[in-house]
């Protein structure tokens, strides 16, 4: 949001004058004043109430710069709120927090007739009524394709698509006392559909809000007297959720308080706010890992955070920077940042689905959003490069054509694209990842259609395929790699040697991720167990899955059949590695995993480069973390891979409760336990580590080897009734 569109949206909203309204003073206070590129900065944040109260509940929101950056937190009882910010950019780092209160639900809904995913102009009204004469109005509008709108039959607006809103002022004299009819023509090429509209007017008595929900009438065909005469008959209006939980994401919207959390929007003028601290980021050097050019490590990578593609609505937790669109250069930096000091040889850029039913190549706004994500990142590679560091290739997924005649032929239009606009451009040189002496890309072919037909890529790149769960579809057998497997990664042969294979922080079964073969982070059991097969096999090309996967289904709205849902269901039942806040609600939950996953890999990319095994990676599968425990005796699971525990550890609270354990489990009674947090802390006497498996820092390798440890915190309940907050 620009800041001329924040001052539209404040216009239209016609908010109170600020001596009215209801504001809280911030203090902050950061850990440090110098940090290194790509390090997180801790800010504390107080809030407190004009009558000296805390502001409990308020939302805080970070800025750098004067730019929205960092998680969204809420404060707690006591007014605070903490912050974990990464700052990748060097130089002067002015930071603020804003107070506001906590945005409520929006009131307005998506709707159409009950006729979705269906090409075709359907009409909606609505009529309203007016007691005195109107003073002013306005109206906002997005859609999903095109609408006109028509109040008591003049035309008073028309959008195509639902980003780059703005106020539409109506002049007074459109209204009249008694009933007013609003009347929209609306129009969907193709796939979703849906109409968001809110219309005020405002008279001597006060205002009126007419806004989109199931008290609009729906027609498949024009009404007589259309549009300017109040229809009989018709249908209820279908909503298809809130106007933060439909189909797309209006930007920006009145009722949305989510837009002032996307990562980059300017700090309002009116906003209240902290006075700056002071930061200096300084220039450093990247802390690589050492790598093997015969053992490459990939990150699969989302870039689908544009307006024309995913947003957050249904986000299973909270990024470190924010709700952030993906083209934003901060970001891509801070992604290379964590990948180069995590080990990463390539990052694969996901095009997957753009081309699967396309007749030509011929791509729209949306998948140039895609585009345009891959060139930013592409651009802070080369510039990272340049700073002398040691940065990863890329490679992109693409997706086949399953249109025929068409598919093969779209499919190589698009490799041309990408080979004559990435490969070739001269800035990008050096930076895409070679296989077998040429540019490689993965095609997904979910049924191994291009394989069976015998259908040949553009031969100036090496092409693999990639399938999905090949340890059910047992397709690796025909040379394909696995975008995900379902229980343990499935390692696809080329001349008798694992050549391509993936491990998963979390993976869905056929049922998707409510099925009872799902397996979710487990505080990162998925990934050591995965591992584990990989150090046996080996792989020359091992994909981690995966970074940026915040795009889950709605509820109620599974993805192909009844309580199926793919991509992200929740913070635990997700495959997403990238850092986020522990404590800011998401569309599922309270809170995410903070840097566990992401330090979490580094032991293991580090256990991967070792001839014989050096170190050992501990986990603690149970309790979760955070988990609520409401028994007397708790039970503690764990696992491990590397070199070989000889016994284990248990402490409570900092307090050993088990010595010389062996085996992965044990029993704790907690019948002497408080109600509250408490931690526990498995230990691997004469072990050694090389990174702590943090919750809540960036872990880089230690100066000198520690024992083998993990740790996790718990809630003991001790009433049903007692306070969860």
């Given at each position: 949001m620009t800041l001329c569109q924040v001052a539209l949206l404040s216009a239209a909203l016609a908010p109170l004058p600020l001596a009215a309204r209801e504001v809280a003073a911030v203090s902050i206070a950061v850990d440090r004043s110098r940090i290194g590129m790509g390090r997180t900065l801790v800010v504390t944040a107080t809030a407190q109430l004009a009558n000296g109260q805390p502001a409990a509940g308020w939302e805080l929101l970070p800025y750098v710069n004067g730019r929205r950056w960092g998680p969204h937190e809420f404060a707690d009882a006591a007014g605070r709120a903490v912050f974990r910010i990464p700052l990748p950019v060097p130089g002067p780092a002015e930071i603020r927090v804003q107070a506001r209160p906590r945005p409520g639900d929006p009131d307005d809904f998506w709707v159409w007739s009950s006729r979705q995913n269906v090409a075709e102009t359907i009409y909606l009204q609505r009529t309203f009524q007016l007691a005195e004469p109107a003073t002013r109005g306005s109206l906002w509008l997005a859609v999903d394709d095109g609408a006109t709108v028509y109040l008591n039959g003049t035309k008073i607006g028309e959008k195509v698509g639902w980003t780059g809103n703005s106020a539409i002022a109506l002049a007074p004299a459109l209204f009249r006392m008694g009933e007013n009819v609003v009347s929209v023509d609306a129009v969907n090429a193709g796939g979703p559909a849906g109409l968001l509209l809110r219309l005020a007017v405002d008279t001597a008595a006060g205002r009126t809000e007419v806004v989109t929900d199931t008290t609009w009438r729906s027609f498949d065909s024009k009404p007589d007297g259309w549009p300017s005469v109040a229809a009989a008959g018709g249908a209820a209006a279908t909503s298809y959720g809130r106007a933060d939980a439909g189909a797309t994401l209006p930007r920006p919207w009145p009722s949305l308080g989510a837009a002032l959390r996307i990562a980059g929007t300017a700090l309002p003028a009116d906003a209240e706010v902290s006075a700056p601290s002071a930061v200096t980021v300084l220039r450093r050097t990247l802390q690589r890992p050492p790598t093997d050019p015969e053992r490459l490590i990939a990150m699969q990578w989302e870039q689908w955070f544009t307006p024309l593609n995913a947003f957050w609505q249904t986000a299973q937790a909270v990024p470190l920077m924010g709700f952030y669109d993906s083209r934003l250069p901060e970001v891509a930096r801070q992604h290379l940042i964590w990948f180069i000091e995590s080990g990463v040889d390539c990052i694969i850029a996901d095009w997957s689905n753009n081309i699967w039913f396309a007749r030509e190549w011929a791509p729209g706004a949306g998948v140039m959003e895609l585009v345009e994500a891959t060139r930013v990142m592409l651009d802070?590679?080369?510039?990272?490069?340049?700073?002398?560091?040691?940065?990863?290739?890329?490679?992109?997924?693409?997706?086949?054509?399953?249109?025929?005649?068409?598919?093969?032929?779209?499919?190589?239009?698009?490799?041309?694209?990408?080979?004559?606009?990435?490969?070739?451009?001269?800035?990008?040189?050096?930076?895409?990842?070679?296989?077998?002496?040429?540019?490689?890309?993965?095609?997904?072919?979910?049924?191994?259609?291009?394989?069976?037909?015998?259908?040949?890529?553009?031969?100036?790149?090496?092409?693999?395929?990639?399938?999905?769960?090949?340890?059910?579809?047992?397709?690796?057998?025909?040379g394909l790699w696995s975008w995900m497997d379902s229980r343990l990664p499935a390692a696809t042969l080329r001349d008798g040697q694992a050549e391509g294979m993936t491990v998963s922080v979390g993976c869905f079964g056929p049922k998707g991720w409510l099925g009872q073969d799902a397996r979710g982070h487990r505080n990162g059991a998925t990934l050591v167990e995965d591992w584990r097969e990989v150090l046996a096999q080996r792989p020359r090309f091992l994909q981690v899955h995966q970074f940026q996967e915040f795009a889950g289904q709605l509820e109620g709205k599974p993805a192909i059949a009844p309580d199926i849902y793919l991509d992200s269901y929740s913070a635990e039942l997700s495959d997403d590695i990238e850092p986020t806040s522990l404590t800011t609600p998401a569309y599922r939950g309270e809170g995410g995993w903070g840097f566990f996953y992401l330090n979490l890999l580094r032991a293991l990319v580090d256990l991967y480069r070792q001839a014989e095994p050096e170190t050992t990676v501990l986990t603690l599968a149970q309790p979760l973390n955070q988990q609520l425990v409401t028994g007397d005796t708790l039970t503690v699971a764990w696992l491990w891979v590397g070199k070989p525990p000889h016994t284990f550890r248990l402490l409570l609270d900092g307090k050993t409760v088990a010595r010389r354990l062996t085996g992965s489990s044990a029993q704790v009674d907690l019948r002497r336990l408080a109600a509250g947090t408490h931690t526990l802390r498995l230990l691997a006497p004469g072990t050694a580590a090389r990174y702590r498996l943090s919750w809540t820092e960036d872990a880089l390798p230690l100066a000198r080897l520690e024992p083998a440890q993990v740790e996790v915190s718990f809630r003991v309940v001790r009433a049903l009734n007692e306070d969860l907050r």
């Open positions: 802070e590679t080369a510039k990272l490069r340049d700073e002398g560091q040691p940065v990863p290739r890329m490679t992109l997924l693409t997706g086949v054509g399953h249109q025929r005649p068409e598919g093969p032929l779209v499919a190589n239009r698009q490799l041309a694209f990408i080979w004559d606009t990435l490969v070739q451009e001269p800035r990008y040189q050096g930076l895409w990842q070679d296989f077998d002496g040429k540019p490689l890309v993965l095609a997904l072919d979910l049924g191994a259609s291009y394989l069976k037909e015998g259908f040949r890529l553009d031969e100036r790149f090496t092409v693999r395929y990639m399938g999905v769960q090949q340890d059910l579809s047992q397709t690796n057998a025909l």
